[in-house]
């Protein structure tokens, strides 16, 4: 049999194990990626605008000796924060199925040459795998057969028992390339023959997927539990002279220390500060562990069984790796957190469990060697006394022991991540058919279990939460989210609930949620950003200034924003001076904030005086925002009283544009406040305009055929003089 993994002497790895490890490293960055930015794809921030109106002079009117002024709204912009979704991740789950292929493939090949034992055990495992992703359901074949399951027994368990029993001389390459072959074939055959989309497909085999990655996650981790402990034994007998190892106590102090953290994290019900701000995370401790069993692996080859060559094993560390990866970087992915917290509940008990094990095991049979500073870490896996696998029962009893006093509950977790997965695969079957009220119902009905098992999870309620949120049950979306904040604070969904509280008699409301949050996340920004903006609405004015200053120093504050906010302010209370002096300010380190341009340009028209900048024309592509409304308003008032009719040529644009419905009136207004007071004389008759008599065709130009909103193209030819008619005009 060829060995995929590399010996001593040899200076480059095969291409096989290179790839395999390549594919595990991308997947642990990907993870990691998702382990910072998850939060933000899942459930992005979002400001969101309030307009006020604001009355306001834009002409004077002559009656007689008198001059009346002609009074419309002007609309002050302010800006709180929403948070959007939750959202569905089917990029993550492609990514998914694409590490369960790779990782199936070298999965095949790897324990095809093993004794029988092992490989029939490794077949029980993917049998078990492909059993449940009940690809089945997708509609491959007939509905209700499993047809899918046969086939890729026959094609992936049929070959890997023939390279086993007749041909366990094949190179490894070989099999890889076969097996590598058969499921891509399979997958294309999965993903092309179903009828659903691929997003679709792909959120199925992930959310089926989720038992048997939590699975491969498990034995990752039972695999390098103790590995921490090993590799505080190498620092400290590694060194070529007895001088420079640290010896027994140096050992027992370092290793005593990392286990007391551990202990201290799992007596304070799964939580520890480390630093200010800083939680012990033991994700982050799996992953020295995997690095030391990879570097170690050499030396740990005396432990394996006689039916397990040293490649395979190496191999099967890199499979488990790229599982364990993918399955937590989808559950990140997801912010799933009832997944996740059983991850972090039984990496913890698992690195505690089977670390203080290994610490016995070394005192047991290197202790008087670690007292002479002898070079341990070499004969570690040579045990005298006490047996290495004796070590691992230990461990692994201590860990069945806890969990059992536990109730088991890192498996209710599991269960409910993958009813939130399942739950998930549901509201996308309910996004694609709005009609059918039936898959929505049966998602809300995937989160409540996961509720059950897991009570108040946050990917469940705000699964929940945007069911109602569609149906318009505001009512409903306030009680899930007030229990998911009763189990553990959040300031998204702080903020979300907040939002929520959006009439004037929820002040008091708004206030409670947003305090409650800053109670448990006092330096979050958002969050004293939206309390300084609630205060605005009181004559609390040190309330405001407090809490504003708090969101400017806070990480992550939107400066932007708050300047927007604090020129309204300004405005609102008529402190002119300031307000100006802030609009000189802001628009010089933000000149494109479209809420600080509308707010500047309201400014101005109260003040008589002008714009600070000038205003860029609106994209008539871009479909208007509450802000981006309110700029070309405020301009459009001042172009007008200025004789400007710029504005004309895109007004009927933006009008066309269906998404622009909710301020059609507005735009109509500006158009025909445009027209009258531009100066202009525009002809009203539909749909295109007329020759006016009174206007040599040298005159007539393109910019006042287009004022209407028609098309030079479909003028009609100028008539002959003689039939020529006075056209009727608008009055100026």
Same mark, same amino acid.
């Given at each position: ?26 997947? &642990? ?66 990514? &998914? ?33 492909? $059993? ?5 359901? &997708? ?31 094949? =190179? ?30 792909? +959120? ?104 397990? /060559? ?80 004796? $070590? ?79 149906? +318009? ?48 996340? /006092? ?37 932007? $924003? ?17 307000? =100006? ?71 009927? =644009? ?64 100028? /008539? ?13």
């Amino acid at each position: 049999m060829t060995s995929p993994v590399p010996s001593p002497s040899t200076r480059r790895w095969p291409w096989p194990l290179l790839l395999l490890a390549l594919c595990a490293a991308l997947a &642990l960055g990907l993870a990691g990626w998702h382990y910072f930015t998850a939060e933000n794809a899942v459930q992005p921030l979002q400001p969101v605008a309030q307009l006020t109106p604001v009355p306001t002079t834009v002409a004077e009117v002559a009656v007689g000796l008198a001059r009346l002024p002609v009074q419309a709204n002007g609309y002050l912009v302010t800006q709180t924060y929403d948070v959007a979704g939750p959202f569905l991740r089917p990029g993550a789950a492609l990514g &998914l199925v694409a590490v369960l292929g790779v990782a199936l493939a070298y999965l095949l090949a790897a324990v095809s040459p093993l004794s029988r034992l092992y490989f029939v055990a490794a077949m029980a495992l993917v049998i078990f795998l492909l $059993m449940s992703l009940n690809a089945d359901l &997708l509609g491959v074949f007939e509905t209700g057969r499993q047809y899918v399951l046969l086939l890729s027994l026959v094609l992936l368990v049929g070959p890997a028992y023939y390279f086993h029993a007749f041909r366990p001389e094949t =190179a490894f390459t070989t099999r890889l390339g076969t097996f590598a072959a058969l499921v891509t074939g399979l997958g294309l055959l999965v993903f092309l023959q179903n009828p659903n989309p691929a997003d679709y497909t792909a +959120l199925h085999l992930s959310a089926y997927f989720t038992t048997a990655g939590a699975v491969a996650f498990a034995l990752l981790v039972l695999w390098v539990a103790f590995e921490n402990v090993h590799g505080l034994l190498w620092v400290n007998t590694q060194a070529d002279t007895p001088a420079g190892r640290y010896g027994l106590w140096a050992f027992l102090l370092a290793g005593g220390l990392y286990l007391s953290i551990l202990l201290l994290y799992y007596l304070n019900q799964n939580q520890l500060l480390v630093l200010p701000g800083i939680q012990l995370d033991p994700y982050l401790l799996l992953l020295p562990a995997v690095a030391v069993a990879w570097l170690g692996q050499s030396r740990r080859a005396a432990t394996l069984p006689a039916g397990v /060559p040293p490649g395979a094993a190496a191999t099967l560390l890199l499979v488990l790796v790229l599982l364990a990866a993918g399955t937590l970087g989808y559950a990140l992915a997801t912010a799933n957190d009832p997944l996740l917290q059983a991850g972090r509940d039984f990496t913890a008990l698992a690195l505690l469990g089977l670390g203080g094990a290994f610490l016995i095991y070394v005192l047991l049979n290197f202790g008087p060697l670690l007292r002479q500073k002898k070079a341990v870490y070499r004969v570690v896996f040579q045990p005298r006394r006490f047996p290495f696998y004796a $070590m691992y029962a230990l461990g692994i009893v201590a860990v069945v022991g806890v969990s059992m006093r536990n109730n088991f509950f890192v498996l209710d977790q599991v269960q409910a991540g993958a009813y939130n997965n399942l739950g998930d695969l549901a509201r996308l079957e309910s996004e694609l058919t709005p009609d059918d009220m039936s898959r929505a119902l049966l998602a809300e009905r995937y989160y409540a279990e996961s509720d059950v098992l897991d009570q108040h999870n946050h990917k469940a309620s705000l699964g929940r939460a945007a069911l109602y949120r569609f149906r +318009l049950q505001r009512q409903n979306e306030i009680n899930i989210l007030r229990r998911a904040l009763a189990r553990r604070p959040s300031p998204r969904i702080s903020l979300r609930l907040a939002a929520l509280y959006n009439e004037q008699q929820d002040f008091f409301d708004r206030l409670a949620v947003l305090q409650e949050g800053l109670r448990a996340n /006092p330096t979050n920004a958002a969050l004293n950003a939206d309390l300084a903006q609630l205060y605005s609405r009181s004559a609390l004015a040190d309330s405001v200034a407090h809490y504003r200053a708090r969101a400017t120093a806070a990480t992550g504050s939107d400066d932007a $924003m708050l300047a927007a906010n604090e020129l309204a302010y300004r405005i609102r209370q008529q402190d002119w001076v300031g307000a =100006a002096a802030l609009v000189q300010e802001a628009l010089t380190t933000d000149p494109d904030n479209a809420a600080l341009q509308a707010n500047a340009l309201l400014l101005a028209r109260l003040t008589g005086k002008s714009a600070a900048a000038p205003t860029p024309l609106p994209d008539t592509t871009r479909t208007l925002n509450d802000a981006r409304f309110a700029r070309l308003y405020h301009d459009a008032l001042g172009r007008a009283t200025r004789h400007d009719t710029t504005l004309l040529a895109l007004l009927p =644009a933006l009008a066309a544009n269906p998404d622009n419905a909710p301020f059609l009136d507005q735009l109509t207004l500006l158009r025909a406040f445009t027209q009258h007071y531009g100066g202009g004389r525009w002809l009203l008759n539909k749909p295109c305009c007329r020759w006016p008599a009174a206007r040599e065709p040298a005159r007539l130009t393109t910019s006042s055929c287009r004022a209407c909103g028609c098309s030079t193209r479909a003028c009609p030819p100028r /008539p002959p003089a003689a039939s020529r008619k006075p056209a009727k005009t608008a009055p100026h």
